[in-house]
């Protein structure tokens, strides 16, 4: 198994141009997150998704989408890149947890380094 | 105010030294308490997790969760310069609706 995989691992971006950072797994897990980790802030979550089809807001959404068409893939797109999005980016997938939302144990691919100018 | 609070250190100990990390949280709701491990340009893993109070020990590494004070901590004990990386913790509720919440990290150098 491959786990978590993520393209590309760096980026330099200009202001206001938009790409897709893509993130699948090979585990067959329900939730797939994206992490943003910016020094003193630790990881907070942009976007989640608990299955195919389905996504949601996490704590910082604002200037990313997401969709899940498929279980394994779950991209995460910038819309017109800003430099405050300039941050490592991480994607995570994870079981269903044992009252069934989000489990524990998160499994997370080794990150995309993200530049804006 | 944070739900979760670290000090992001940077911690440096001499090898061998017991290692102390503590998060303090503030949601009453929180039933999982996690540490997730992250070396330089990685991805975290997860170390340990705890449910509920108690303690928790896995080789060199202990946790700690005191629900009643909203404190956690991670003792690591004979630190080894292997052991140099940031030490995220995390928590959940036990609710469906329940986001993981992420300390901001502490970085833990030992030396040799």
């Known amino acids: 198994n491959a786990g978590v995989t993520q393209t590309p691992k760096f980026q330099v971006l200009k202001t206001g141009q938009s790409m897709t950072l893509q993130c699948a797994q090979d585990?067959?897990?329900?939730?797939m997150s994206w992490y943003r980790q910016d020094p003193g802030m630790g990881l907070r979550l942009i976007h989640y998704s608990v299955g195919a089809g389905i996504t949601d807001q996490g704590e910082v959404p604002n200037g990313y989408n997401v969709s899940r068409s498929t279980t394994e893939d779950f991209p995460l797109r910038l819309l017109s890149a800003a430099p405050s999005q300039t941050s490592v980016y991480f994607c995570?997938?994870?079981?269903?947890?044992?009252?069934?939302?989000?489990?524990?144990?998160?499994?997370f691919g080794p990150g995309t380094r993200l530049t804006v100018t | 105010q944070k739900e979760v609070e670290q000090d992001p250190g940077p911690l440096s100990v001499p090898e061998g030294a017991i290692v102390s990390l503590n998060c303090t949280y503030s949601n009453s709701a929180f039933q999982y308490f996690m540490w997730y491990r992250q070396y330089s340009r990685k991805g975290p893993e997860l170390l340990m997790y705890?449910?509920?109070?108690g303690n928790k020990e896995d080789g060199r590494f202990t946790a700690q969760v005191d629900k009643s004070s909203k404190y956690i901590s991670l003792f690591i004990r004979d630190s080894q310069p292997s052991d140099s990386a940031t030490y995220l913790c995390a928590m959940i509720g036990s609710s469906n609706t329940g986001k993981l919440i992420f300390g901001q990290g502490t970085t833990l150098q030992v030396k040799p």
């Open positions: 585990m067959n897990h329900e939730y």
């Open positions: 995570a997938s994870s079981y269903s947890g044992l009252a069934g939302g989000l489990s524990y144990e998160q499994y």
């Open positions: 705890t449910y509920s109070s």
